[in-house]
């Protein structure tokens, strides 16, 4: 662990907390800013740094910060959104995962990171909010009713916000790959 990249995990963390008051509320899930802050921050920060922002996010909430939306507690980490809440270490390690491997400035740099990012850094928190939003909401049993309900509204916005994420993704990791955003190593740019 280093020290650089846990205080960046920290910034993430705030940055976090500041647009998840961001929020638009339309049925049992409101819509947020949320999965942007997911999908950037698993690009930037690497698998395990990624997914460790979100792991301490969900720690930090149980112990009472009201840092996901404002709210705080085991009732937030168990009601209708916990699902969504419990998928973010993954997103964000599967996104910074696969985000690692595409080469900064290649060919389709920019269409590659928007996939990765909007089916792994934000896609994969259907299953379980999906599956959590059905359990937890009576009306929503039936699977029409759960996709409709947690999932199909949220597509297009979700997409919008891989292409946001992927344009700032793209542009700071030319500058702050996360050799150097985690290890604070020196970076040369090569012309070639």
């Known amino acids: 662990m280093k020290f650089r990249g846990l205080i960046f995990c920290a910034l993430f963390v705030a940055l976090f907390a500041v647009l998840s008051l961001v929020q638009l509320p339309i049925g049992s899930v409101p819509i947020t800013l949320e999965t942007l802050v997911v999908m950037v921050c698993g690009a930037l920060l690497g698998p395990w740094y990624g997914g460790l922002t ?4 969900i720690l930090l909430d149980l112990a009472g910060l009201p840092l996901i939306g404002g709210h705080a507690g085991p009732s937030l980490l168990l009601g209708p959104t916990a699902g969504y809440i419990w998928g ?3 997103c964000a390690f599967f996104a910074g ?3 690692q491997r595409i080469p900064v400035g290649s060919r389709g740099e920019w269409w590659k990171l928007i996939l990765v990012l909007f089916f792994l850094g934000d896609c994969i928190c259907y299953i379980p909010g999906v ?10 049993k039936p699977w029409g009713s759960a ?14 916000k891989a292409v946001i994420s992927a344009i700032i993704v ?3 990791r030319r500058i702050y790959p ?8 020196r970076f040369v740019q090569s012309n070639g």
């Open 131 to 140: 599956l959590w939003l059905r359990h937890a909401v009576p009306s929503l």
């Open 178 to 185: 996360t050799e150097r955003m985690i290890g604070g190593e």
């Open 97 to 99: 995962w696969v985000a």
């Open 54 to 57: 979100f792991v301490l996010l």
């Open 88 to 90: 973010w270490p993954f």
């Open 170 to 172: 793209q542009r700071v």
């Open 147 to 160: 996709l409709a309900g947690g999932m199909w509204p949220f597509l297009p916005g979700d997409f919008v």
